[in-house]
């Protein structure tokens, strides 16, 4: 099996892609093991030397920080705050998620300024090599003094507790290390706060969210000019002297791709007997587009903030110094991911209007794209199907970056809800596949009734890979299994994905 190293180098979507994609196992390098080791032995060092309270190594935590705690008692305190934390309800995080979790952790803490021992990071690589997956909830982190919760139920099997999937088996954590020969690990002063601290869970959703949205949005481009076609639409609104005076990077960039999908289009280039089209195919450039500028802002975010450190307190060693701060606070991706859902959310919620259109009896298509209207509703009803997705997506996209909850009695008195934008901006994904789906079920349909003319070589090469799982409907049917097999097409589509963020 190939293996990934654990390194300072410079992280990106592209390389995360190809350790899932891939499946390649985690390593430590040397680089890495020397950092956490130097910065292990001088927190073990100041410890020795100095009996002034840093915050969460020999204190209480959050306003208990005015506790200090015994020298003799440091590794129960680190204990004591993983058990006590893992407070997670509701749904369990997919396995998927916490596995990037598991891996964004693990690159975290290998930077050396967190204070763990190089046991701790290994167990945790171990973990995620083994397929030994924690069982963690979406509902109790604040995204502010770290994604507490979640972590805390991430870091559990470290000590033997919890719960974890194991060769698709949901087993108690000590069964497993029991199984596999792991003894818990001894926690030293500063590791429980490390493995707490930190915005792993907002970080991997947002993460998961960026890499299947760089998917999303291409196929919202492929799928858009599909319906562009079958709607006997207009070419024009993509030229590039449209774009060029109103130069937003992702209006460009989809005005350009759509034209080129349609090359060699007999229906783009026939005369119409219309001058013009509704929005939600003649302004296709800007809306995909101001959603793509917005995916890639997000994107921006999430690549920083994975290639940081976000624990605390941060340890400084050649610096000789602990600092107590805050970069374990999620506005950062809390506003991101508000972002995040609203640009996914207008990716549906255009798709449905373009579906609309194509229901609707217009430019010689039959009413709800079925030979028999009347005897047969045809698709009638995927289009309420997706209306009431992209409704579902307009109450998910109230942001959450905009409350705040003081906890901890007044001394944790602004938090980013960035755990919450990161669930909803999960869900609104989802969503956003469904409606998008949908309109490729209608698109691809409508297409048939322009036959003989053929859409451009392309598209008829994509369409014809979709018609291998769902057929041209002739007569009503059961149109929930074609529905589902249409998102199942969108998933696994080959699709040229530019990981780059746009400069």
């Known amino acids: ?66 506790r200090t705690i015994s020298f003799d008692q440091l590794g129960e305190l680190q204990k004591n705050l993983v058990k006590s934390h893992a407070c997670g309800i509701g749904d369990e995080v997919p396995q998927e998620i916490v596995r990037l979790m598991l891996f964004l952790k693990i690159q975290s803490l290998s930077y050396g300024h967190s204070g763990v021992q190089t046991v701790t990071v290994q167990r945790l690589i171990d973990m995620y090599n083994t397929g030994v997956t924690p069982v963690v909830y979406e509902l109790g982190s ?47 002063s500063k590791e429980g706060l490390a493995l707490l601290n930190g915005t792993q869970f907002m970080s991997a959703y947002g993460v998961y969210c960026c890499l299947k949205v760089f998917r999303l949005s291409v196929l919202a481009d492929f799928i858009g000019a599909l319906s562009l076609d079958a709607f006997d639409g207009r070419i024009e609104p993509f030229h590039e002297l449209v774009q060029l005076i109103r130069p937003h990077k992702g ?33 296709m450039p800007q809306v995909h587009g ?78 709800f794209l079925v030979a028999n209207p009347g ?19 307009k109450q998910l996209c109230t942001p959450a970056s905009v409350d705040s909850i003081e906890s901890s009695q007044g001394q944790e008195d602004h938090v980013s809800m960035g755990a919450n934008a990161a669930t ?19 698109a691809a349909q409508a297409l048939e009734f322009r036959r003989p003319l053929r859409t451009s070589p392309f598209l008829e090469k994509f369409v014809a890979e979709y018609r291998e799982v769902v057929p041209f409907i002739e007569n009503d049917t059961v149109m929930a299994p074609f529905m589902t097999k249409t998102v199942e097409f969108m998933q696994n589509a080959k699709v040229n994905v530019p990981f780059e963020i746009m400069s």
């Not at 005005?255 to 999908?261: E, H, M, V």
């Open 1 to 66: 099996m190939q293996t990934h190293q654990i390194n300072s180098n410079y992280l990106t979507f592209e390389i995360i892609e190809n350790i899932l994609s891939e499946n390649l196992s985690l390593s430590l390098s040397e680089n890495a093991i020397r950092k956490i080791h130097k910065c292990r032995e001088y927190l073990d060092k100041k410890m020795a030397e100095s009996s002034e309270p840093i915050y969460g190594v020999n204190t209480g935590f959050g306003s208990l920080y005015d």
């Open 142 to 188: 604040l995204g502010a003094s770290g994604d507490l919760s979640p972590l805390a139920h991430l870091s559990l099997p470290l000590l033997g507790l919890g719960e974890v999937y194991y060769n698709g088996n949901k087993l108690p954590s000590g069964e497993v290390c029991q199984k596999l020969s792991w003894n818990p690990i001894e926690l030293q």
């Open 251 to 283: 209006q460009i960039k989809t005005a350009r791709r759509i034209t080129n999908l349609l090359k060699g289009s007999e229906l783009i280039n026939r005369p119409k007997a219309h001058v013009q089209d509704p929005y939600s195919f003649r302004c």
């Open 290 to 367: 101001a959603s793509k500028d917005s995916i890639n802002y997000v994107a921006y975010v999430f690549e920083k903030e994975i290639n940081s450190v976000t624990d605390n307190p941060t340890i400084f060693p050649d610096e000789d110094m602990i600092i107590s701060a805050g970069n374990f606070h999620g506005q950062p991706l809390a506003l991101a991911l508000d972002n995040l859902c609203i640009a996914m959310s207008e990716l549906g919620n255009i798709s449905e209007r373009r579906t609309y259109q194509l229901v609707g009896g217009n430019r010689e298509l039959p009413p």
């Open 375 to 393: 005897l047969n509703s045809g698709f009638m009803i995927p289009q309420y199907t997706a209306a009431s997705i992209v409704s579902q997506n």
């Open 424 to 442: 909803k901006a999960y869900r609104v994904l989802r969503n956003a596949e469904r409606i998008l789906s949908i309109e490729l079920f209608n």
